[in-house]
């Protein structure tokens, strides 16, 4: 059983940043994208940001210019590089792997706080 494993929120102040990595249990084959999706409180879980094999990235209009995905493809490893960080940034962090075959894994999350 594969399992994802997200590190690095906390509580970080307006404006300030933080860096998240998403590391997979073992190695998973055939991924077309690997991502990250965050859900506040009482609202739906929504995309952040995804990364193919490829390199190619896509971000959600509220996070453009502020965070960076990356991964590093030999080690089913994603980060995620947020700078100006804002209140509305809160959310519960969740790390993604969707393999080409359909099959879609998930970490646990990890909380991410912004406030002062």
């Known amino acids: 059983q594969v399992q994802l494993v997200e590190s690095g929120g906390g509580l970080v102040q307006p404006g300030g940043s933080l860096r998240l990595s998403c590391a997979a249990s073992?190695?998973?084959?055939?991924?077309?994208?690997m991502g990250w999706y965050r859900q506040a409180p009482g609202e739906q879980r929504e995309l952040v940001a995804t990364i193919t094999s490829g390199g190619v990235t896509i971000y959600a209009d509220s996070v453009k210019g502020r965070f960076t995905i990356s991964r590093v493809n030999a080690e089913t490893t994603v980060f995620l590089q947020m700078n100006n960080l804002k209140p509305e940034d809160t959310a519960v962090y969740y790390c993604?792997?969707?393999?080409?075959?359909?099959?879609?894994?998930w970490g646990k999350g990890t909380l991410v706080t912004v406030s002062s």
């Open positions: 993604n792997v969707y393999r080409g075959d359909g099959m879609d894994y």
């Open positions: 073992k190695s998973i084959f055939s991924i077309r994208t």
